[in-house]
Structures are given as C-alpha cells and as structure tokens.
C-alpha cells in the first residue's frame, strides 16, 4: 500500500518543510550506530543539530502552534519535546561511554514524535486554527528563516574516519 504524500496547510509549509531535515537527521545517527562511529562524535553532531536547528524549531512550534495548553494532543507534543531534551541531557551525561543505545532511542523518538507532528497534531491543528489564525501564523513563519540546509563538517553517516 502507497502512502500518499501528506497536504499540509500552505501557513504551516516553513515549519513543516522542517521535518524533512529532522528525519534526516534521524537516518544519520542511525547510519552512525551501524558504522560504530566514535561516539563522540555523534554526540557532538546531536549538540549541534540541537543548537543549530532542532531548539529553535521546538520553540516556534511551541510558541505559534501548541498555546492550548488543555488540548490532549498539544499536551502529547509538548511531552515529546521534553521527552527529547531530557534524552539529549542523558546523552550528554554519559558522554564518555558507548552510547548507541541512547543514539538509537533518541532517534527513535524524534522519528516518532515528527511522524506524530505530521499525521495527527498538525492536521489536528489545521482543522481546529481559523483561516484568519492559520494566516497569522503564516505570516510569523514566512517571515522568520527555516532553513534545513546542514553544514556540519563531520560527515560520519557517510564514512567513518
């Protein structure tokens, strides 16, 4: 069975756009692990991808999308977010040992948590935001820079060194 490409809302397109690059971003510790990359240095590529894009995603989404601090599936994305800094904290904790089980887990969960974004919260979101609201937040997102574009250095999904 063919998965249909997902339509999201035009106002929501930078912040969705987003996504692509966090799953990505996924797939390279993953790649990582298999390879048995010094852990350092995934570990550093995590701290990055946090500083560089995933925190200031979080705290737009936080900010434009997830105010309704009441709605059940707002709260699950909420949860996630912490569940996700919480897991980088552990990583960074035992940054001296062989972390690949926390590698793995962590990007299990953003894996999830953006597939959670994407086919349930969002169009959740899409449905209960007004047109008027929906252009709002349109207007923040087209304003601000989303870019996904990666320049880290270290390529080790690639080959390890």
């Known amino acids: 069975m063919e998965k249909k490409p997902i339509k999201r809302n035009e106002n929501l397109i930078p ?6 690059a966090t799953l990505l971003f996924c797939w390279k510790i993953k790649q990582g692990i298999a390879k048995e990359v010094e852990p350092q240095r995934i ?3 995590i701290n990055w991808f946090w500083k560089t894009h995933l925190e200031q995603h979080f705290q737009t ?5 997830f105010f309704d601090h009441e709605d059940e599936k707002v709260k699950k994305g909420l949860e996630e977010h912490q569940q996700i ?3 980088i904290n552990e990583i960074n904790l035992r940054s001296e040992e062989k972390s690949y089980d926390l590698f793995a887990q962590l990007s299990d969960l953003i894996k999830d948590h953006t ?3 994407e086919r349930e919260l969002f169009p959740w979101l899409e449905k ?3 047109e008027n609201k929906l ?3 349109g207007n923040i997102l087209h304003h601000e820079e989303h870019t996904a574009a990666e320049d880290y250095s270290d390529e080790f999904w690639v080959t390890p060194k």
């Open 43 to 45: 570990t550093k590529y």
């Open 85 to 87: 800094l919480s897991r």
């Open 128 to 130: 209960k935001f007004s």
């Open 135 to 137: 252009g709002e937040i």
């Open 115 to 117: 597939r959670y974004e």
């Open 61 to 65: 989404e936080e900010k434009l999308l």
């Open 15 to 20: 912040i969705s756009r987003e996504h692509h």
